[in-house]
């Protein structure tokens, strides 16, 4: 039996091989492989893409927000042991960001209908101490909403997006990486615009926060052997830069595709046990991820493994009970837990087929 794949890399980079192929052997040939050319270029495309005035490349897509916190300490906006506001059901890297500099994260909890954070419990975790809020974009879907931008504005907090999961989602015309003040974004190989490795950018238009982003992330060093911060190791490299333009290129259509397999899914995935997620903005949700939820969730994952169909629970246990925050460990987040217990990934991409979605529909309708 021939297994459909959960998400079939090595076809993404097919269907463009060609064009990476020549992006790949130019900078080979260039011989230049860091702070060159091909990042100048990518990063001018992405800002571009995403409307904003500054791009920075930088390593991956933890270091994007790291950074950007470290940032904001440099520049004396926020002090060791200030608080960010994070949703409670993220992956964990938007939660390491915070804390890796001092800052304390405080979760709040999601909606249970767009698993987005919910806008209606920011205002009772603000504190005197809170500096920020972090919006995740999860599973491709914005989680922007004017609500928070007005909150952030009325309590002097800085808008951070972390946009892992969501290039090319809109909010009234605008793109995820521009709506708030800073963004994070990850070109990890299996996110919506992928890169052959790590990758990483930052963008903002805030001209003094994305150039101390820009030396922060490159030793913090603005002029070569002077040192202004202690900063980081964190650059995009040219390899990298020159397959993520090429891929930028055909962002837009693998989301329309991503959508049309959503729409398919929507409309035929009928079960009584199965919960699909809620679309109220086709603009606002780009699809990294199609979300599924059962109370049965892993005996319908275990009955489609057996069908051939492979699928991921993103993710399998809350940042609030891991080891790494054991502090949080008695915490109670009825919500997210429940999120976490019920959630199962079905596959979606640019490059499954009409077929595969069928037989996926119909297995997911057959289950009991
Ligand atoms: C992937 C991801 C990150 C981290 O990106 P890396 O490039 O793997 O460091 C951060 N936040 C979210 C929500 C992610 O999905």
């Known amino acids: 039996m021939e297994m459909i794949k959960f998400l079939d890399i090595q ?8 064009e990476i192929h020549d992006a ?33 490349g930088v390593a991956n897509g933890l270091d994007a927000l790291r950074i950007i916190l470290r940032a904001y300490m440099e520049i004396g906006v926020m002090q060791p042991g200030d608080e960010i506001i994070v949703p409670a059901n993220t992956y964990i890297a938007s939660i390491l960001a915070v804390s890796d500099s001092g800052l304390v994260p405080v979760l709040v909890e999601p909606d249970i ?21 972090m919006i995740v974009h999860l599973y ?5 909403t004017d609500k928070i931008g007005n909150l952030c504005k009325q309590y002097g907090l800085k808008l951070i997006e972390d946009n892992a999961q969501a290039h090319g989602c809109k909010f009234n015309g605008k793109k995820t990486g521009a709506l708030g003040d800073a963004a ?22 805030d001209k003094g926060l994305g150039e101390v982003v820009r030396t922060l992330a490159n030793y913090g060093s603005s002029v070569k052997y002077r040192f202004d911060y202690q900063g980081y190791n964190s650059r995009l490299d040219e390899l990298q830069a ?40 086709w603009n606002a949700h780009v699809f990294h991820l199609f979300i599924i939820r059962s109370a049965k969730r892993d005996e319908l994952q275990h009955y489609l493994r057996e069908k051939g169909i492979q699928t991921l629970i993103h993710y399998p246990i809350p940042p609030h009970k891991q080891k790494a925050y054991s502090a949080w460990n008695d915490f109670s987040f009825p919500i997210t837990e ?5 959630v199962l990934s079905l596959p979606i991409s640019a490059v499954i087929t009409d077929e595969e979605v069928k037989t996926i529909v119909d297995a997911v309708n057959a289950f009991c």
Do not use: M
């Open 338 to 342: 429940k999120i976490h217990a019920e």
């Open 113 to 133: 209908t767009t698993y987005q954070i919910d806008d209606q419990k920011i205002e009772a975790a603000i504190t005197s101490k809170t500096k920020g809020v």
């Open 11 to 18: 076809k993404i980079t097919q269907q463009y091989a060609p």
């Open 24 to 56: 790949v052997s130019r900078v080979i040939d260039a011989g230049w492989y860091l702070l060159g050319e091909e990042v100048k270029q990518f990063e001018k495309s992405y800002a571009a893409y995403t409307g904003t005035d500054y791009c920075v």
């Open 184 to 205: 994070g974004h990850s070109f990890y190989p299996g996110k919506n615009l992928g890169a052959l490795g790590d990758a990483g950018a930052v963008t903002t238009n």
């Open 242 to 281: 020159a397959v993520l333009d090429v891929k930028l290129a055909h962002l837009d259509s693998e989301t329309t595709r991503r959508r049309e397999v959503a729409g398919y899914y929507l409309k035929h995935i009928i079960h009584p046990d199965i919960t699909l997620p809620v679309v109220n903005d």
């Open 140 to 144: 491709g879907q914005c989680a922007y």
